[in-house]
């Protein structure tokens, strides 16, 4: 069983604080936050600290665990600057009802999440130039759990094809296999020219920070990290972007631009990116039907299904190879 087929934890914030004391002699105040596959809580530490600690999927590999805190310490140690959650201490194993858990710390991060932000084009470069930081300071790190066989990775064509037929209705699917199609007859003959690396691989609203300013100035949520393709990480941003956008294409394309002008890809890499947003769009929707099939009760997973559908339905209706021209000309 994965991550994503095994109920996450359900501590409460009493059990947490216990936890806090016993595991990192803190004594604190818990407050739940939301979160999906593990459980997440706010920490206000009687030392006036702030930490965020996150009780993780029973179904979790510690090696997942270990490659995120060792990835965030080599981003801070190339630039120390960008804000990312470094963990507190090390993995601490708890026991509950005969289950396992790992437990962690993390140092808590300020600033307003962007989705709380009003976007404009100035945004959306200054994120994109953010990401590309971001995968600058990433530079030259490996992991053995990084290359794996992941439902976010962008790669995974054949998983998401298995989740087709949780979607309610042939439309759906038709639509779903629209673009895996077009992804398999554009990107795969080309994968060659395409830069991997391991990506943070979220890079959403709900993950983004911003400061008083407007300014990016870090990111949290780091557990779908995996070895992908590098412009894997501005497309998926972009798939996020034009959720909510009146003119899609035209803010994407301000996201690849910030990113291109401070970590420069190739041509094919940028001609790739449109593919790889839909392909994201494709993994959402799939994802989120298959795991509402399995947790009726989770709000959290149709949190973005009605927009990300609707962008799907849109862009169907247009030339593929035209838009992502039309991309690559509004950055040149």
């Given at each position: 069983?994965?991550v994503f087929q095994t109920p996450?934890?359900?501590?409460?914030?009493?059990?947490?604080?216990?936890?806090?004391?016993?595991?990192?002699?803190?004594?604190?105040?818990?407050?739940?936050?939301?979160?999906?596959?593990?459980?997440?809580?706010?920490?206000?530490?009687?030392?006036?600290?702030?930490?965020?600690?996150?009780?993780?999927?029973?179904?979790?590999?510690?090696?997942?665990?270990?490659?995120?805190?060792?990835?965030?310490?080599?981003?801070?140690?190339?630039?120390?600057?960008?804000?990312?959650?470094?963990?507190?201490?090390?993995?601490?194993?708890?026991?509950?009802?005969?289950?396992?858990?790992?437990?962690?710390?993390?140092?808590?991060?300020?600033?307003?999440?962007?989705?709380?932000?009003?976007?404009?084009?100035?945004?959306?470069?200054?994120?994109?130039?953010?990401?590309?930081r971001l995968d600058r300071a990433?530079?030259?790190?490996?992991?053995?759990?990084?290359?794996?066989?992941?439902?976010?990775?962008?790669?995974?064509?054949?998983?998401?094809?298995?989740?087709?037929?949780?979607?309610?209705?042939?439309?759906?699917?038709?639509?779903?296999?629209?673009?895996?199609?077009?992804?398999?007859?554009?990107?795969?003959?080309?994968?060659?020219?395409?830069?991997?690396?391991?990506?943070?691989?979220?890079?959403?609203?709900?993950?983004?920070?911003?400061?008083?300013?407007?300014?990016?100035?870090?990111?949290?949520?780091?557990?779908?990290?995996?070895?992908?393709?590098?412009?894997?990480?501005?497309?998926?941003?972009?798939?996020?972007?034009?959720?909510?956008?009146?003119?899609?294409?035209?803010?994407?394309?301000?996201?690849?631009?910030?990113?291109?002008?401070?970590?420069?890809?190739?041509?094919?890499?940028?001609?790739?990116?449109?593919?790889?947003?839909?392909?994201?769009?494709?993994?959402?929707?799939?994802m989120a039907a298959w795991r509402?099939?399995?947790?009726?009760?989770?709000?959290?997973?149709?949190?973005?299904?009605?927009?990300?559908?609707?962008?799907?339905?849109?862009?169907?209706?247009?030339?593929?190879?035209?838009?992502?021209?039309?991309?690559?000309?509004?950055?040149?």
């Amino acid at each position: 069983m994965s991550v994503f087929q095994t109920p996450p934890p359900s501590f409460s914030n009493v059990e947490v604080e216990k936890i806090l004391l016993s595991q990192f002699n803190i004594v604190g105040n818990a407050k739940s936050l939301v979160s999906d596959r593990d459980q997440n809580f706010f920490i206000s530490a009687n030392n006036s600290q702030k930490y965020v600690l996150k009780v993780s999927n029973p179904a979790e590999d510690w090696q997942i665990l270990e490659m995120q805190n060792e990835a965030t310490l080599h981003i801070k140690s190339n630039d120390p600057d960008i804000g990312v959650p470094v963990q507190v201490g090390e993995i601490q194993t708890i026991k509950k009802d005969g289950q396992k858990y790992f437990v962690r710390l993390l140092e808590y991060l300020e600033g307003q999440f962007l989705k709380d932000q009003y976007l404009d084009d100035d945004t959306f470069e200054k994120l994109g130039r953010f990401l590309a930081r971001l995968d600058r300071a990433l530079g030259g790190f490996s992991h053995q759990a990084a290359d794996r066989k992941f439902h976010w990775d962008a790669q995974s064509v054949e998983l998401i094809r298995s989740r087709l037929q949780y979607l309610e209705n042939q439309s759906d699917q038709e639509t779903v296999s629209h673009f895996l199609d077009i992804y398999e007859s554009q990107v795969i003959p080309i994968e060659m020219h395409l830069r991997k690396m391991v990506i943070h691989n979220d890079g959403n609203d709900h993950n983004v920070l911003v400061n008083a300013d407007g300014n990016t100035t870090g990111i949290i949520d780091f557990g779908d990290m995996v070895y992908s393709y590098q412009v894997a990480e501005p497309a998926i941003c972009m798939a996020y972007v034009g959720l909510g956008s009146a003119d899609p294409i035209h803010s994407m394309g301000k996201v690849l631009k910030g990113y291109h002008e401070n970590f420069p890809l190739n041509d094919f890499e940028l001609r790739s990116a449109i593919y790889l947003m839909s392909i994201r769009l494709c993994i959402s929707v799939t994802m989120a039907a298959w795991r509402m099939k399995l947790y009726p009760e989770n709000k959290y997973l149709s949190i973005s299904q009605s927009p990300a559908w609707a962008l799907l339905r849109k862009l169907e209706k247009e030339d593929q190879e035209y838009l992502s021209s039309k991309i690559v000309v509004t950055i040149n």
